[in-house]
């Protein structure tokens, strides 16, 4: 009889193991056929069309291409300078992710808000706002005359601007976690401040900060907006050089090259993120963040204090703020009036149109996003998942470093024919900005989905639920919060893209990044103000989504 019952309960243990396969395979169907069609597709379409001639790939061409020195020079200044951004980026961001970590102050929450705003902005108007600051007629050109948009200061500094987030946030995170009363011991034994923060809190935070690290590389390593703006003719990327190839100069086998490139170094930087990752999940002794952080004690800590409050005054508000006053610069809100009225040159309708677009354009990305990245994190819940489960999880981040301007140029070219024949269809800008935005939907839905306890789950199942009752009734309520958080940032970060849209969105219908750009590549000042005025107005629409990101934030929603 026992044996029996035994043979029962593994049958019943298999059988909801074979059920449990099945509903991850079904969950993983929507997103893999998602990116089949609309990433993997497309960016293939366009490589092959730059390497076939008469239907024969040609991969010498690759070589031929890297025989240029002028690629050459682009290789090795996108490399460099994203190793440059990188390396100030965690200069000037490390104080600060340990004064939020462990110093408690008033206005905290407040300024870890503003903190976070630039990463939500469209690099559009970061390149802008920096413009605004150091470019010609800007605030450093007005009181001493110097100029920094000719020159790489400015998109390193913009860089830094645009990151100086995730490292606060990726290390300061875990660094409020560690338990201080490990170093407070080695300090007891003898060893001197720096020694026991060398050899205790260090070696515990070394995963966090490689990880913030790479993140970073891979952000700037792919810049485009940014570098597109500041660097002018002088300062090319792999991304920028890619559009220029491809909308400038027509040549699609170059193109193609550069774009297998910066896919290899992509892939390689997103492997050696995710074995950060894996390390950064091993056991360390975690306490509540609420416990660690205290009142600064003393002139130094005072001081470690007031130079970060600087240096976000500087750093982050003030270019924010040149942008809002050069948008104030015409009498009577100038600039503004003007967004009402079409030119009929480079729109075709008035510029103030690309709100309406853009708001409507960026609900429709969140709700493929969310459907999307939902199904997927839901299939990637389970830490025994095999290792094809595991390169689904990489596949999700490609896009963020994959060329978008590869992405925008390749629905073009590949989604032009019947069943797929949307070049002339809205759906195609919501498409181009999901993809980036489903990322982030599971980077913020999977740590909670994983706080899950898996046993309500199993005693669900147990009692008959299917997998869509045991999702809807166990993990749902837990993770509402967590929805809704992921939801808000892919509205925030479709409604700055930039690298796809500007191929694919009409001359009728264009989006607010999409319209900044085309009226700053237009001379005269009132061009100048009213990309400075539509700069102002998407800055503001992302910082109202992050306020409301803040209020729904929990710890387990994720790091951003």
Not at 152 to 180: E, M
Not at 310 to 315: D, I, S
Not at 358 to 384: C, E, F
Request: aromatic share 10%.
């Amino acid at each position: 009889m026992d044996l029996a019952r035994t043979e029962v309960g593994k049958a019943g243990r298999r059988a909801r193991n074979l059920r449990g396969s099945v509903a991850r395979l079904a969950l993983m169907a929507g997103p893999v056929a998602f990116f089949a069609v609309f990433f993997a597709y497309p960016v293939a379409a366009i490589v092959a069309r730059g390497l076939e001639v008469d239907g024969v790939w040609r991969f010498g061409r690759i070589g031929d291409v890297l025989a240029h020195s002028d690629v050459r020079h682009v290789l090795w200044f996108t490399t460099w300078q994203a190793l440059a951004s990188t390396a100030l980026t965690l200069l000037v961001a490390l104080p600060g992710a340990y004064v939020f970590a462990r110093f408690d102050f008033p206005g905290k929450q407040v300024l870890r808000a503003v903190v976070t705003v630039p990463f939500v902005l469209p690099t559009v108007v970061v390149g802008t706002a920096f413009l605004a600051l150091v470019g010609r007629g800007g605030l450093l050109d007005e009181l001493w005359g110097v100029r920094l948009d000719t020159t790489v200061w400015a998109i390193l500094l913009a860089h830094v601007f645009f990151n100086y987030a995730v490292v606060v946030r990726t290390v300061g995170g875990l660094w409020a976690q560690l338990d201080p009363r490990q170093e407070e011991a080695a300090r007891m034994l003898g060893a001197s401040r720096a020694r026991a923060w060398r050899q205790v809190t260090l070696p515990d935070l070394a995963p966090a900060v490689a990880a913030a690290a790479l993140m970073v590389f891979l952000f700037t390593f792919t810049s485009f907006g940014v570098v597109q703006i500041l660097g002018g003719p002088a300062f090319s990327t792999l991304e920028v050089e890619i559009y220029r190839q491809t909308s400038q100069v027509f040549d699609l086998s170059t193109a193609a090259v550069l774009t297998l490139i910066q896919f290899a170094a992509v892939v390689a930087v997103l492997a050696v993120h995710a074995w950060t990752v894996r390390r950064r999940e091993s056991a360390l002794r975690l306490v509540d963040a609420a416990t660690t952080a205290r009142r600064p004690r003393g002139a130094g800590q005072w001081a470690l204090l007031a130079g970060v409050l600087a240096t976000v005054a500087l750093l982050v508000v003030l270019p924010l703020a040149v942008l809002v006053q050069r948008s104030l610069g015409a009498p009577g809100f100038g600039y503004y009036r003007a967004l009402t009225e079409a030119d009929g040159g480079a729109f075709l309708v008035p510029p103030i149109e690309a709100i309406g677009n853009s708001l409507q354009y960026a609900l429709a990305a969140t709700a493929i996003a969310v459907v999307i990245g939902a199904l997927a994190a839901a299939a990637l819940t389970r830490r025994d998942a095999g290792r094809f489960v595991r390169g689904f999880d990489a596949l999700l981040m490609l896009p963020l470093g994959v060329s978008a301007v590869t992405v925008g140029f390749g629905f073009l070219i590949a989604l032009d024919e019947p069943p797929l024949d949307l070049r002339a269809s809205w759906i195609l800008v919501p498409l181009a900005q999901a993809l980036v935005g489903v990322p982030f939907v599971v980077r913020t839905m999977l740590p909670v989905l994983r706080a899950v306890d898996g046993r309500l789950r199993e005693a669900a199942a147990v009692l008959g639920a299917s997998p869509w009752r045991v999702w809807r009734e166990v993990d749902l309520p837990m993770v509402r919060r967590a929805l809704l958080v992921a939801a808000g940032f892919a509205f925030a970060v479709s409604l700055g893209e930039f690298g796809a849209t500007v191929f694919i969105a009409r001359p009728d219908n264009p989006t607010l990044p999409v319209a900044v750009a085309r009226l700053l590549g237009r001379p005269g000042d009132m061009n100048y103000g009213q990309a400075m005025a539509l700069s102002t107005i998407l800055m503001l629409v992302c910082a109202v989504a992050l306020v409301v990101l803040e209020r729904l934030r929990t710890d387990r929603s994720g790091e951003f």
